[in-house]
């Protein structure tokens, strides 16, 4: 089973949604701040080696989507965080715009290291 991952705005209400702008998945110096993706692709490197479960409990779902309260993906962690996820062997789909569309192809290939 391969995780497909999906990025949404806080306001998607469906079941799987995961919200990382609280808990593990958050950067530690907030949701909101201008990302610096390099920083948190540290921090998550770290979360990965000191608590690798948090990511495997991930990786066995059927599909996730990565809710924020940030209006803009593109200066998001959600995004950052599913790139992340498509290296230890998810497939993003990227950011569901309406809740009655989803994309169909994948952003990122799936990378094999
Ligand atoms: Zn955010």
């Not at 705005?9 to 990382?20: A, E, K, N, Q």
């Not at 201008?34 to 779902?61: K, N, P, S, T, W």
């Amino acid at each position: 089973m391969t995780l497909a991952v999906h990025t949404a705005h806080i306001s998607y209400p469906g079941p799987d949604r995961l919200d990382v702008s609280r808990g593990v998945f958050c950067p530690s110096a907030g949701p909101h701040v201008v990302l610096d993706a390099d920083e948190y692709v540290q921090e998550m490197r770290d979360l990965y080696r000191r608590d690798r479960g948090q990511f495997d409990a991930l990786l066995q779902a059927p599909r996730v989507v990565l809710v924020c309260s940030c209006l803009r993906p593109d200066r998001c962690h959600r995004t950052v965080l599913a790139r992340i996820l498509t290296r230890l062997g998810a497939r993003y789909y990227g950011e569901i715009e309406s809740w009655d569309t989803t994309v169909e192809e994948p952003l990122f290939a799936r990378r094999s290291a």
